[in-house]
């Protein structure tokens, strides 16, 4: 069964980037889905960040595609996420998982708790 | 504000029937593109409940239902059991966003 995990700090500065690591394993990111970044503000719902193709094909939320650039490392079976000049509004539960334009996101990572202070 | 609009909250008696509705736009269900629900309980990932308008996963009770008619969605949940207390999500993909979309979840308690 596929899985995900997500890796990175859990405490980030304002103003700095956060940077996010999630690696799928019992499978291949070089596979005919998305993988995407989704993030769950404490008591908030959920909003999509961006996915990324193993091909490195981008599409990313309009309302944050200019402070996101993701990545793909399909050598390591990665997928990566940095978000640039971060405020509080940006602290979060991120979570990667797996997806297609016509399929619902299936596969989730736990998430982890990014925390913007300084 | 999410684009696809969910009432916050939504509570039933066990045994009742509870209805969650997701309204969005000619650029997202009204586009045909396909609805998904999710349930989330405390502290968990969300897990798909409902996928493609109508379709349950293996393992998902048949008290669980969904349906869509022109630019909204519906999840409907009979029978209510207090394990269902959680919070619910529609999603959907948006072609004027060029991009994934969910409701702002609703809450499901269970009196």
């Known amino acids: 069964q596929l899985q995900l995990q997500e890796s990175g700090p859990g405490l980030v500065k304002p103003s700095e980037t956060l940077s996010l690591t999630c690696t799928v394993s019992d499978g291949s990111i070089s596979s005919d889905h998305y993988w995407a970044w989704i993030r769950q503000p404490p008591g908030k719902g959920l909003e999509w960040i961006g996915s990324i193709f193993y091909t490195g094909s981008t599409v990313y939320n309009p309302s944050l595609k200019s402070r996101v650039i993701m990545s793909v490392d399909t050598s390591k079976n990665q997928f990566s996420l940095n978000l640039s000049s971060v405020t509080a509004a940006d602290t979060a539960v991120y979570s990667c998982?797996?997806?297609?334009?016509?399929?619902?996101?299936?596969?989730w990572g736990r998430g982890t708790l990014v925390t913007v202070s300084s | 504000q999410s684009v696809l609009t969910q009432p916050p909250s939504v509570s039933g008696a066990p045994g009742q029937r509870v209805t969650i509705s997701c309204t969005g736009s000619?650029?997202?269900?009204?586009?045909?593109?396909?609805v998904h629900w999710y349930q989330q309980l405390p502290g968990t990932a969300p897990k798909v409940l409902i996928y493609g308008n109508i379709n349950r996963p293996s393992g998902v009770p048949d008290r669980f239902s969904g349906s869509r008619s022109g630019t909204s969605a519906s999840l409907a949940i009979t029978g209510l059991q207090a394990e269902d207390e959680a919070d619910f999500y529609c999603q959907s993909y948006d072609r004027s966003l060029r991009g994934w979309v969910f409701g702002g979840g609703t809450k499901l308690t269970v009196l």
């Open positions: 998982a797996r997806c297609a334009i016509f399929s619902p996101f299936d596969y």
């Open positions: 000619s650029s997202n269900i009204g586009a045909n593109y396909d």
